[in-house]
């Protein structure tokens, strides 16, 4: 049977100057026609170093992508995955023809939408009203099309009461939801969506990915999905691409590629916190390292189900009196799915002032046995990205332990998330 694809990526490469606004001149356009029109190597593909963002520049240009070759089905949702800075964006803005290539060629059949950006294709001193016309209309679609869409659109970004508003005064999620919807029901035969839907709440990123997941299958549309959430990735997608400093390293079936991901993830684990390259946030406050207590007061990096777990977290410098912090931390497993979340505003307890360490008490761990991993997000004021001082996912492993000698002498499977014991009786009265 012949494959109907999507879309089709050739030897396609990215060249960026390093300190400048753009790629090119006139003179290495020049220059390139010239060795063209020759039958010779383009002259600027033997320059340029790897994507290494950790390294020391070495010349003035850097490959953002190299030699990238893939296709895509249509219906198909690919997962394209990677380590920060290892040219997911760049790849989509290419696709999206935001950017053009330095080599090679994209072949794409069909209309494209795309959501890169908070806003992106949204004008913001018109309504929401006015944008929705706006993007159908640059999308191809006639008035009667977008209107028959409209109500849809609204219905699910939730913003009924704000669709004679400028983008400008709706928050950085209300424009993730109306963008994500524009693009998802105007019916682009390509959906190209990025790690924006993570500054979604909880319910539009459920909703989000049951848009998609209904596109691909019943809608036989196309969709390449950018996320760091590998729960989403593998629930969502079909197949998978892994990114390595701007080359490919894994391309095939999802939770192959997964695999190979989390293999690549366990070198960043046992590099000590303070010296990760891989955290976000302004700095001005990090956490240097976390710890592992028992209720012995002993550090461990693992513990048996149902025991008592005491967490610190130690900080480059002391909180100062007038500064007032929120931490937010996670328990997440080998996808980064997040299985409990703490936050310190909604213990009502006040982080105690010039302290540079912090303790938390479980005291009842009860996740089964498997190997977890600590994220967090610390804050000033209160969790938000406007107050991000420091963000580091899977920071610190901890695993859990089955007990050889449980109180039924039974010992729990490892197909749950929690194990929580419990008493079959006989009479409910």
Same mark, same amino acid.
């Given at each position: 049977m012949q494959k109907n694809i @999507? *879309?089709?990526? &050739?030897?396609?490469?990215? !060249?960026?100057?390093?300190?400048?606004?753009?790629?090119? /001149? !006139?003179?290495? %356009?020049l220059n390139r026609f010239y060795a063209k029109l020759r039958g010779k190597e383009d002259p600027y593909s033997l320059i340029g170093q790897a994507n290494d963002r950790t390294s020391e520049a070495k010349g003035d240009f850097v490959w953002a992508?190299?030699? $990238?070759?893939? &296709?895509?089905e249509q219906g198909e949702v690919l997962g394209i995955i990677g380590k920060n800075g290892s040219?997911?964006? /760049?790849?989509?803005?290419l696709i999206s023809q935001i950017t053009s290539p330095t080599t090679g060629r994209i072949k794409a059949k069909g209309r494209i939408a795309s959501l890169l950006e908070v806003g992106t294709g949204m004008h913001p001193e018109m309504t929401a009203r006015e944008n929705i016309f706006l993007n159908g209309a640059i999308l191809g679609m006639n008035k009667k099309e977008i209107k028959a869409k409209f109500d849809? $659109?609204?219905?699910? #970004?939730?913003?009924?009461?704000?669709?004679?508003?400028? $983008?400008?005064?709706?928050?950085?999620?209300?424009?993730?939801?109306?963008?994500? #919807?524009? @693009? @998802?029901?105007? &019916?682009?035969?390509?959906?190209i969506v990025d790690e924006v839907l993570a500054v979604g709440d909880a319910e539009f990123q459920k909703k989000a990915i049951g848009k998609m997941k209904d596109i691909s299958s019943g809608g036989g549309r196309t969709v390449l999905f950018v996320s760091h959430n590998m729960a989403s990735v593998k629930s969502l997608c079909d197949k998978g691409l892994l990114l390595e400093e701007g080359r490919i390293t894994a391309y095939g079936e999802i939770d192959d590629v997964l695999d190979k991901y989390l293999l690549t993830t366990v070198f960043d684990e046992q590099i000590k916190i303070a &010296?990760?390259?891989?955290?976000?946030?302004?700095?001005?406050?990090?956490?240097?390292?976390?710890?592992?207590?028992?209720?012995?007061?002993? =550090?461990?990096?693992? !513990?048996? *189900?149902? %025991?008592?777990l005491y967490i610190c977290f130690e900080f480059d410098r002391k909180i100062k009196e007038d500064e007032k912090i929120a931490l937010a931390?996670?328990?997440?497993?080998?996808?980064n799915k997040q299985l409990v979340l703490w936050v310190t505003d909604e213990l009502c307890q006040q982080i105690s002032n010039c302290t540079s360490k912090l303790y938390f008490? *479980?005291?009842?761990?009860?996740?089964? #046995? +498997? /190997?977890?991993? *600590?994220?967090? =997000?610390? #804050?000033?004021?209160? $969790?938000?990205?406007?107050?991000? +001082?420091?963000?580091?996912?899977?920071?610190?492993?901890?695993?859990v332990i089955n007990k050889k000698n449980n109180d039924n002498g039974i010992i729990p499977r490892e197909l749950s998330l929690s194990y929580m014991p419990i008493e079959i009786i006989e009479k409910f009265e």
């Amino acid at each position: 049977m012949q494959k109907n694809i @999507a *879309i089709k990526v &050739e030897n396609l490469s990215k !060249l960026y100057r390093l300190g400048e606004v753009g790629s090119k /001149t !006139l003179g290495e %356009d020049l220059n390139r026609f010239y060795a063209k029109l020759r039958g010779k190597e383009d002259p600027y593909s033997l320059i340029g170093q790897a994507n290494d963002r950790t390294s020391e520049a070495k010349g003035d240009f850097v490959w953002a992508l190299k030699d $990238i070759n893939f &296709e895509v089905e249509q219906g198909e949702v690919l997962g394209i995955i990677g380590k920060n800075g290892s040219g997911k964006s /760049t790849l989509l803005k290419l696709i999206s023809q935001i950017t053009s290539p330095t080599t090679g060629r994209i072949k794409a059949k069909g209309r494209i939408a795309s959501l890169l950006e908070v806003g992106t294709g949204m004008h913001p001193e018109m309504t929401a009203r006015e944008n929705i016309f706006l993007n159908g209309a640059i999308l191809g679609m006639n008035k009667k099309e977008i209107k028959a869409k409209f109500d849809e $659109i609204i219905d699910f #970004a939730g913003c009924q009461l704000y669709v004679d508003t400028p $983008i400008k005064r709706f928050s950085s999620g209300m424009r993730v939801r109306l963008g994500f #919807a524009v @693009a @998802a029901f105007l &019916e682009p035969e390509i959906l190209i969506v990025d790690e924006v839907l993570a500054v979604g709440d909880a319910e539009f990123q459920k909703k989000a990915i049951g848009k998609m997941k209904d596109i691909s299958s019943g809608g036989g549309r196309t969709v390449l999905f950018v996320s760091h959430n590998m729960a989403s990735v593998k629930s969502l997608c079909d197949k998978g691409l892994l990114l390595e400093e701007g080359r490919i390293t894994a391309y095939g079936e999802i939770d192959d590629v997964l695999d190979k991901y989390l293999l690549t993830t366990v070198f960043d684990e046992q590099i000590k916190i303070a &010296e990760r390259t891989d955290r976000e946030g302004s700095g001005k406050l990090k956490v240097n390292d976390i710890t592992f207590f028992n209720k012995n007061k002993e =550090q461990i990096d693992k !513990l048996f *189900i149902g %025991d008592t777990l005491y967490i610190c977290f130690e900080f480059d410098r002391k909180i100062k009196e007038d500064e007032k912090i929120a931490l937010a931390f996670s328990i997440v497993d080998k996808y980064n799915k997040q299985l409990v979340l703490w936050v310190t505003d909604e213990l009502c307890q006040q982080i105690s002032n010039c302290t540079s360490k912090l303790y938390f008490k *479980i005291d009842s761990f009860n996740l089964r #046995a +498997s /190997t977890y991993y *600590i994220s967090y =997000q610390l #804050a000033f004021d209160k $969790i938000s990205k406007d107050t991000e +001082s420091d963000k580091l996912q899977k920071a610190k492993q901890i695993q859990v332990i089955n007990k050889k000698n449980n109180d039924n002498g039974i010992i729990p499977r490892e197909l749950s998330l929690s194990y929580m014991p419990i008493e079959i009786i006989e009479k409910f009265e």
